[in-house]
């Protein structure tokens, strides 16, 4: 038996190495999408019968159900059936302290993100599956089971919506009537709203009692003051797909944690937008404030956030 050829004319040794690391990623996409929809109806059904659910509060409207902890832990599972060595970061585990160790593949999830809406009968949350590799996060999954809407994204494959319920008007379009599907969904690729000015459109914005609220007021008056309207809706992962779908100009909130944007915030670069740098200072584990638009509108949304955060500051000189 002769010994395999390890440096064989032609041989693409570093292309072996990129197609590995897409092969790899692929897999991880097409898994986050397909536990984002399964996790999504599972939470459903509990949504359905929330009014049985045994409810928890952490802290200053902060809330947990016994759906929050069950969802996590079966997205925990699907992961750790096909992935055993990637880690794990949730919102709940993260609660509990439980904190993944080092490695190059993190997935982090946010098992209900608004959730106080879900225990309140509104239909403002979903599940978000982010994945991190090497420090970035390159997958984003968002799946709004009220809506059956997946928006999901990777790295360099663009950002798109999957739409069960689009699929039937949708067919009608195709000469065979077809639709492009996941699931029997309509597949609509994202663009984020093409917008330069805060008049053109509703901002989504994010509140927490975990900062001073001068700061959250006073770009609420800025906002205002240069024409600007907004909306909040209790999830800002969805708010995040939702700019990444031009449906909303931006997003803002003062401090929100990884589990609620990272999903978003691939979303919103792979439908052409901006993001803050939410990962410095130790985002992934504190939290940051999260401030996205598109290209166009980021800037001028960076301007008035910074502003209002030093009017935080000269307000505190004055009460010094």
Same mark, same amino acid.
């Given at each position: 038996?002769?010994?395999p050829?390890?440096?064989?004319?032609?041989?693409?040794?570093?292309?072996?190495?990129?197609?590995?690391?897409l092969?790899?990623?692929?897999?991880?996409?097409?898994?986050?999408?397909?536990?984002?929809?399964?996790?999504g109806?599972?939470a459903l059904?509990?949504?359905?019968a929330?009014?049985?659910?045994?409810?928890?509060y952490?802290? @200053?409207? #902060? &809330?947990?159900?016994?759906?929050?902890?069950?969802?996590e832990?079966? =997205?925990r599972? %699907? !992961?750790a059936?096909?992935?055993?060595?990637?880690?794990?970061?949730?919102?709940?585990?993260?609660?509990?302290?439980?904190?993944?160790?080092?490695?190059?593949v993190?997935?982090?999830?946010d098992?209900?993100?608004?959730?106080?809406?879900?225990?309140?009968?509104?239909?403002?949350?979903?599940?978000?599956?982010?994945?991190?590799?090497d420090?970035?996060?390159?997958?984003?999954?968002?799946?709004?089971p009220n809506?059956?809407?997946?928006?999901?994204?990777?790295?360099?494959?663009?950002?798109?919506?999957?739409?069960a319920?689009?699929?039937?008007?949708?067919?009608?379009?195709?000469?065979?009537?077809?639709?492009d599907?996941?699931?029997?969904?309509?597949?609509?690729?994202?663009? @984020?709203? #093409? &917008?330069?000015?805060?008049?053109?459109?509703v901002?989504?914005?994010? =509140?927490?009692? %975990? !900062?001073?609220?001068a700061?959250?007021?006073?770009f609420?008056?800025?906002?205002?003051?240069?024409?600007?309207?907004?909306?909040?809706?209790?999830?800002?992962?969805?708010?995040?797909?939702?700019v990444?779908?031009g449906?909303?100009?931006?997003?803002?909130?003062?401090?929100i944690?990884?589990?609620?944007?990272?999903?978003?915030?691939?979303?919103?670069?792979?439908?052409?937008?901006?993001?803050?740098?939410?990962?410095?200072?130790?985002?992934?584990?504190?939290?940051?404030?999260?401030?996205?638009a598109?290209?166009?509108?980021?800037?001028t949304?960076?301007?008035?956030?910074?502003?209002?955060?030093?009017?935080?500051?000269?307000?505190?000189?004055?009460?010094?």
């Amino acid at each position: 038996m002769t010994a395999p050829d390890r440096q064989r004319p032609g041989h693409d040794a570093a292309g072996d190495i990129v197609r590995d690391a897409l092969d790899a990623l692929d897999a991880r996409y097409r898994l986050a999408q397909a536990v984002a929809r399964e996790a999504g109806l599972r939470a459903l059904g509990m949504f359905r019968a929330r009014d049985t659910l045994v409810v928890e509060y952490k802290g @200053v409207q #902060d &809330v947990v159900s016994v759906a929050d902890r069950e969802i996590e832990r079966l =997205v925990r599972e %699907r !992961v750790a059936a096909d992935f055993p060595g990637d880690a794990f970061l949730g919102e709940e585990s993260a609660a509990a302290g439980r904190f993944p160790k080092a490695s190059r593949v993190v997935w982090v999830v946010d098992p209900i993100d608004g959730t106080a809406c879900f225990l309140h009968g509104m239909h403002a949350w979903c599940v978000s599956i982010a994945v991190m590799i090497d420090g970035e996060p390159v997958i984003g999954a968002v799946y709004d089971p009220n809506a059956d809407e997946l928006f999901h994204a990777a790295q360099g494959r663009g950002a798109f919506v999957v739409n069960a319920k689009a699929a039937v008007s949708c067919a009608s379009s195709h000469p065979d009537g077809q639709t492009d599907a996941l699931d029997g969904g309509a597949t609509t690729p994202l663009r @984020v709203a #093409d &917008v330069t000015a805060p008049t053109q459109g509703v901002l989504g914005l994010g =509140v927490s009692h %975990r !900062v001073d609220r001068a700061a959250f007021l006073a770009f609420v008056d800025a906002w205002l003051a240069r024409g600007g309207m907004f909306v909040r809706i209790g999830s800002g992962a969805l708010m995040m797909a939702y700019v990444a779908a031009g449906r909303l100009i931006g997003y803002y909130e003062p401090h929100i944690h990884a589990w609620d944007c990272l999903a978003g915030i691939v979303l919103v670069t792979e439908a052409g937008g901006r993001a803050n740098d939410f990962l410095a200072d130790g985002g992934l584990q504190r939290g940051n404030p999260i401030l996205s638009a598109g290209p166009a509108l980021f800037d001028t949304l960076d301007t008035v956030v910074r502003a209002s955060w030093r009017h935080e500051v000269d307000a505190g000189e004055d009460t010094a």
